[in-house]
């Protein structure tokens, strides 16, 4: 996949990771919407620090996957089968181990609890079975129609920024006006991202830098709760540790929308972010796929990204 950013004149095509730029505040985030791992790898997802022992939670790991998904979702046993079409018995069973499930009764039940397709896939193999959805990547064939869809809507959105972002915070494509304010965040790991994130910039102060971080860390704990991926655990430890020493500011005044703001060249650019996200995704990839739509929050925003563009 080639390595540019997308928009202008010609075909664009979705880039692969196009130089930095310390002088970084991420957007705000607003979301719009809402293949198997071991249950270790799925429990922690869940903010389970330590993997329980199968006899002491009794049910082996479906068995005790099924309970974690239930009470955090705050359902009894007999809301849940309700829920799933089934009895507050069968799921009890389910829990400690003495009925083994079938397909589609795994299926039923990852509906009821609205898990993500990656989460499904988990209970599926903690079940026995194999996953339910495949995972693709970004550059299989069957993805085509995927990487089009991006490239359109990152270009579409020019003169403003817009960036692709994959499973685990790692950024797919930009166009070209993202490329103007926040050049190279698809040549980074996502570690690296995060550690620029918290930064706040590259002139910014203890408030900003502070901002800055707890910023990210909400973002991460909102992505780790509504779309789990393995990697962002990790990633959110890496944020925290950079919050020590760090006072967090007061919340900002209420408004319609949270807003945000970036310093380039010395112009204060207030934005406001939306995120578009593939709803009826059949593949794992494809679900966790999103892409950040940065708005102008004002005139004089407005009038700077249209002049950058115009030359």
Request: charged content about 20%.
């Amino acid at each position: 996949m080639r390595s540019r950013a997308v928009g202008g004149s010609g075909t664009g095509r979705l880039p692969g990771r196009p130089a930095t730029n310390n002088n970084v505040n991420l957007f705000a985030h607003i979301d719009l919407d809402r293949h198997g791992a071991p249950l270790g790898s799925a429990l922690a997802c869940l903010g389970v620090r330590e993997q329980p022992s199968e006899s002491a939670v009794g049910g082996g790991p479906f068995g005790a996957l099924l309970r974690v998904w239930r009470r955090r979702r705050g359902l009894s046993q007999l809301a849940l089968s309700l829920e799933a079409g089934t009895t507050a018995r069968y799921v009890s069973f389910l829990e400690t181990g003495r009925a083994r499930p079938g397909r589609d009764v795994v299926m039923r039940l990852a509906r009821a609890l609205s898990l993500t397709l990656r989460e499904t896939n988990e209970v599926c193999v903690a079940a026995g079975l194999p996953a339910a959805y495949e995972v693709g990547e970004i550059d299989d064939a069957h993805m085509a129609p995927i990487r089009r869809v991006l490239d359109m809507v990152l270009a579409n959105h020019e003169p403003f920024p817009a960036w692709a972002i994959g499973p685990g915070m790692r950024f797919l494509g930009s166009n070209r006006a993202a490329e103007r304010v926040m050049p190279g965040l698809t040549e980074l790991e996502p570690e690296q991202l995060i550690d620029l994130w918290c930064t706040g910039g590259e002139h910014a102060d203890a408030q900003a830098r502070a901002r800055a971080t707890f910023n990210a860390i909400g973002v991460l704990r909102h992505e780790l709760h509504h779309h789990p991926h393995p990697a962002l655990q990790g990633l959110l430890q890496r944020a925290q540790s950079n919050a020590d020493g760090l006072t967090e500011p007061p919340e900002l005044p209420a408004s319609v929308a949270l807003s945000s703001s970036m310093t380039v060249d010395g112009h204060t650019l207030n934005t406001v972010a939306t995120v578009l996200r593939f709803d009826r995704a059949l593949d794992v990839t494809m679900s966790e796929i999103r892409v950040e739509l940065v708005y102008p929050a004002d005139d004089a925003t407005d009038r700077w990204f249209r002049q950058q563009a115009a030359e």
